[in-house]
């Protein structure tokens, strides 16, 4: 799914403002299946609102909105993640609110709002619907064992009981069968998504070491367990140009002896056939050695390094076609 092909699925919901429903799930600690949220009337049409209002103001009205998959995402502003590797666990609960109608409401005499770890919000009719998924943080969780105080009419009078702040922001989104994530921090911190990413990651090194390149791929291995640097292994098996291209080793050896940004920063083994990781420095230039992330302007000759790179070969091939 693209970046119109998103827009145009959640136009649906604002074309239909009236007429579709929205319905909010809590997931509870310890709790394996959401339960439902009984809410009056008037506050369900008020989260409708907000959160339309939200997702319009994300998706929407960002002209400048780039999705990319989350295997091969990158530190871009203003970017989404299509969910596409292995789904945790933990995120099964999405599917359930869509698959089931019948979800228990939650026990609101035996169940404390601090038990509260997410919101599910579902939107839509029988036909369509889309599901945000926030999570709650203590912060917005107000207990009894505080004193608050509330306008009314001419006085402030007392809440005495817990009460939720219901902030417009989510970190996650299903749409027809898509999942995106907004918030890529909040997925790496939750969810059971360092074990799915670190699975990912293991065949990326795999890869590394199937090219003969590396003197002490070992090193590789041990960074795994940082789900900063799983991502960057990830994203190398799923999409790395040279790998994909099959460059000859003795061509990337070259180039980092070459490469203004490389010279004297990436070493090799005494042979010179083989490139030694022994400094972070030299671990991460590598890692973005082999995402050609060091490029050579054709018109001015300058030399840069580019995280965001769109391929312009298949729209060149497109252009001889016609």
Known sequence: MNEQELK????????????IGVSVYAILRDKENPVKLDI???????LKTLFLDSVQKTVLDN????????????DRVNAIYLYDVDVPDELSCINRVISTDNLPLMNIADTTLSDVQALLIEIGNNENQVVLYKTMAPINIYGRASFFLKKSKTRLTQIDDEFLRVSPNFQLMKVNDNLFVLDLKSLEKNFGFH????????????????????ENTEVLHELID???????????????????????NQNIINFCKAFPRLIGKIRFNQNEDKILLDTKVSKDLFIKVLM???????????????????????????????
């Open 40 to 46: 009056e009337s008037d506050a369900l049409g008020g």
């Open 292 to 322: 050609d992330d060091f490029l050579t302007s054709e018109l001015t000759k300058y030399h840069y390094e580019s995280v965001a790179k769109d391929s312009v070969d298949e729209d060149s091939n497109e252009t001889k076609e016609n």
């Open 195 to 214: 074990e799915v990413i670190k699975r990912e990651a293991t065949l990326g090194v795999t890869a590394i070491e199937t090219m003969l390149l590396v």
């Open 63 to 74: 002209d400048e909105l780039n999705i990319l998959n989350l295997s091969t995402s990158d």
């Open 8 to 19: 145009d699925a959640l136009q649906f919901y604002y074309d239909n403002f009236d007429e």
């Open 226 to 248: 940082d789900v900063k640097y799983a991502r960057k292994f990830t994203k190398v098996v799923k999409s790395s140009p040279v790998i994909k291209a099959r460059i000859p």
